[in-house]
Protein backbone atom coordinates (compact mmCIF):
# COMPACT_ATOMS: atom_id res chain seq x y z
CA UNK A 1 0.00 0.00 0.00
CA UNK A 2 2.57 2.75 1.03
CA UNK A 3 4.06 2.45 -2.91
CA UNK A 4 0.69 2.82 -4.19
CA UNK A 5 0.44 6.07 -1.83
CA UNK A 6 3.70 7.33 -2.49
CA UNK A 7 2.79 6.92 -6.43
CA UNK A 8 0.54 8.94 -6.31
CA UNK A 9 0.88 12.02 -4.18
CA UNK A 10 3.39 12.99 -6.74
CA UNK A 11 1.03 12.28 -9.16
CA UNK A 12 -1.72 14.15 -7.56
CA UNK A 13 0.81 17.05 -7.04
CA UNK A 14 1.56 17.31 -10.90
CA UNK A 15 -2.15 17.29 -11.82
CA UNK A 16 -2.54 19.82 -9.54
CA UNK A 17 -0.24 21.89 -11.11
CA UNK A 18 -0.57 21.60 -14.69
CA UNK A 19 -4.42 22.81 -13.82
CA UNK A 20 -3.28 25.71 -12.24
CA UNK A 21 -1.02 26.70 -14.69
CA UNK A 22 -3.58 26.50 -17.56
CA UNK A 23 -6.07 28.53 -15.53
CA UNK A 24 -2.84 31.22 -15.05
CA UNK A 25 -2.33 30.80 -19.03
CA UNK A 26 -6.21 31.30 -19.22
CA UNK A 27 -5.86 34.61 -17.68
CA UNK A 28 -2.32 36.28 -19.51
CA UNK A 29 -3.75 34.92 -22.97
CA UNK A 30 -4.78 37.18 -26.28
CA UNK A 31 -8.70 37.32 -26.09
CA UNK A 32 -10.60 38.85 -28.76
CA UNK A 33 -13.46 41.19 -27.83
CA UNK A 34 -15.68 43.32 -30.62
CA UNK A 35 -18.08 45.67 -30.87
CA UNK A 36 -21.30 46.09 -31.84
CA UNK A 37 -22.51 42.58 -31.91
CA UNK A 38 -25.00 44.24 -34.62
CA UNK A 39 -25.32 46.36 -37.58
CA UNK A 40 -28.52 47.47 -39.28
CA UNK A 41 -28.48 49.39 -42.51
CA UNK A 42 -31.47 51.33 -44.13
CA UNK A 43 -31.82 52.78 -47.65
CA UNK A 44 -34.15 53.48 -50.35
CA UNK A 45 -34.55 50.81 -53.40
CA UNK A 46 -32.03 52.47 -56.02
CA UNK A 47 -30.64 54.94 -53.85
CA UNK A 48 -26.77 54.90 -53.29
CA UNK A 49 -25.11 53.04 -50.68
CA UNK A 50 -25.79 53.89 -47.11
CA UNK A 51 -23.54 55.22 -45.02
CA UNK A 52 -20.87 53.37 -43.62
CA UNK A 53 -20.70 51.63 -39.93
CA UNK A 54 -18.06 50.22 -38.03
CA UNK A 55 -16.74 47.30 -36.09
CA UNK A 56 -13.59 47.63 -33.25
CA UNK A 57 -11.61 44.59 -32.51
CA UNK A 58 -9.39 44.93 -29.74
CA UNK A 59 -7.34 42.41 -27.39
CA UNK A 60 -8.70 41.83 -23.73
CA UNK A 61 -5.88 40.11 -22.83
CA UNK A 62 -1.74 39.74 -23.01
CA UNK A 63 0.71 40.05 -25.73
CA UNK A 64 -0.96 40.14 -29.33
CA UNK A 65 -3.19 38.31 -32.27
CA UNK A 66 -4.05 38.20 -35.60
CA UNK A 67 -7.36 38.55 -36.92
CA UNK A 68 -9.32 38.13 -39.92
CA UNK A 69 -12.57 39.39 -40.72
CA UNK A 70 -14.99 37.79 -43.29
CA UNK A 71 -18.35 37.91 -44.72
CA UNK A 72 -20.93 35.78 -46.02
CA UNK A 73 -22.75 37.82 -48.62
CA UNK A 74 -21.01 40.07 -51.60
CA UNK A 75 -23.28 42.90 -50.49
CA UNK A 76 -21.18 43.79 -47.27
CA UNK A 77 -18.01 45.46 -47.20
CA UNK A 78 -15.46 44.95 -45.16
CA UNK A 79 -12.25 47.08 -45.14
CA UNK A 80 -9.13 46.34 -44.02
CA UNK A 81 -10.18 42.39 -43.59
CA UNK A 82 -7.18 41.79 -41.50
CA UNK A 83 -4.88 43.19 -38.66
CA UNK A 84 -3.19 42.80 -35.52
CA UNK A 85 -4.34 43.47 -32.06
CA UNK A 86 -1.99 43.92 -29.40
CA UNK A 87 -2.53 43.79 -25.30
CA UNK A 88 -2.83 47.64 -25.37
CA UNK A 89 -7.03 47.20 -25.70
CA UNK A 90 -6.08 50.18 -29.01
CA UNK A 91 -9.06 48.78 -31.74
CA UNK A 92 -8.75 48.24 -35.05
CA UNK A 93 -11.73 49.50 -36.39
CA UNK A 94 -13.28 47.86 -39.59
CA UNK A 95 -15.52 50.06 -42.08
CA UNK A 96 -18.62 47.81 -42.67
CA UNK A 97 -20.30 49.40 -46.18
CA UNK A 98 -23.70 47.74 -47.78
CA UNK A 99 -23.64 47.89 -51.94
CA UNK A 100 -27.35 47.30 -52.20
CA UNK A 101 -27.59 49.54 -55.70
CA UNK A 102 -28.78 46.23 -57.58
CA UNK A 103 -30.75 44.74 -54.89
CA UNK A 104 -34.68 44.60 -54.89
CA UNK A 105 -36.64 46.16 -51.84
CA UNK A 106 -36.96 43.54 -48.70
CA UNK A 107 -35.12 42.73 -45.45
CA UNK A 108 -31.48 41.38 -45.93
CA UNK A 109 -29.12 39.67 -43.24
CA UNK A 110 -25.56 38.87 -43.16
CA UNK A 111 -22.62 37.51 -40.77
CA UNK A 112 -19.48 39.15 -40.48
CA UNK A 113 -16.97 36.63 -39.06
CA UNK A 114 -13.75 37.77 -37.06
CA UNK A 115 -11.20 35.42 -36.41
CA UNK A 116 -7.99 35.56 -34.29
CA UNK A 117 -7.09 31.30 -34.06
CA UNK A 118 -5.36 30.51 -30.64
CA UNK A 119 -7.74 33.49 -28.95
CA UNK A 120 -10.20 32.74 -26.25
CA UNK A 121 -13.41 34.10 -27.44
CA UNK A 122 -13.01 33.02 -31.29
CA UNK A 123 -14.67 33.03 -33.50
CA UNK A 124 -16.91 35.96 -32.97
CA UNK A 125 -20.00 36.94 -35.26
CA UNK A 126 -21.46 40.75 -36.05
CA UNK A 127 -24.74 39.91 -37.35
CA UNK A 128 -25.61 42.67 -40.23
CA UNK A 129 -29.27 43.69 -41.21
CA UNK A 130 -30.13 45.71 -44.77
CA UNK A 131 -33.34 46.97 -44.97
CA UNK A 132 -34.01 48.08 -48.55
CA UNK A 133 -37.45 50.51 -48.62
CA UNK A 134 -39.27 50.81 -52.20
CA UNK A 135 -38.92 53.85 -53.98
CA UNK A 136 -41.63 56.43 -53.08
CA UNK A 137 -43.18 57.43 -56.61
CA UNK A 138 -44.78 60.96 -56.60
CA UNK A 139 -47.10 62.57 -59.65
Known amino acids: MKNKFKWS??????LIMILVSSTACEMIAPVLEYSPTKLEFTTQQGAPNSDNQSVDIWNYGKGFFPWTISKDKDWVILDP????????????TVTVAVNSSNMPSGNYT???TISAP????????V?????IKTQDHQG
Open 127 to 131: LVYLQ
Open 110 to 112: ANI
Open 9 to 14: LPLMVG
Open 118 to 125: GTLNSPQV
Open 81 to 92: TSGTAYGDKKAN
